[in-house]
């Protein structure tokens, strides 16, 4: 159930993978339901975190309560309808679990597929 809150999500302006997957958000979040902070371009007060622990991991708020890796991915599918159903799907612990550790993966090889996206 949509509480009409805003979720908040904080990205890596500078990282062009975030770039590219931020601009897909973007253009399916249709109603507006997600503020999208560039962590270079937050003020301090805009942080709920160090700015180098948002960039390390993806991070979102949701209803208030700071979330980090798949649970804030599946916070964002939330937000946007179309992927509404996968978010709900992804608070299933046995799933969340397996999306947080397909993400700790991912992060290892994050560098180098931001190496190639920027060449």
């Known amino acids: 159930m949509m ?22 958000m973007r253009r399916l979040d249709k109603r507006g339901a997600i503020d999208f902070i560039d962590v270079h371009d937050a003020a301090p007060q805009d942080c709920p975190i160090s700015p180098e622990a948002l960039l390390a991991r993806f991070h979102a708020r949701e ?5 980090s890796g798949a649970a804030a991915f599946a916070a964002m599918w939330r937000a946007i309808p ?6 709900l ?11 947080e550790k397909l993400y ?3 992060l290892k090889i994050r560098p180098r597929l931001q190496r190639y996206l920027a060449d």
Request: proline share 6%.
């Open 82 to 87: 179309m992927l509404r159903p996968l978010g």
């Open 63 to 67: 209803d208030g309560q700071l979330l």
């Open 3 to 24: 509480t009409g809150s805003r979720l908040t999500v904080w990205h890596d302006g500078n990282c062009p993978l975030c770039q590219r997957e931020i601009a897909v």
């Open 104 to 106: 700790v993966r991912f």
């Open 89 to 99: 799907i992804a608070r299933f612990g046995p799933l969340l679990w397996l999306l």
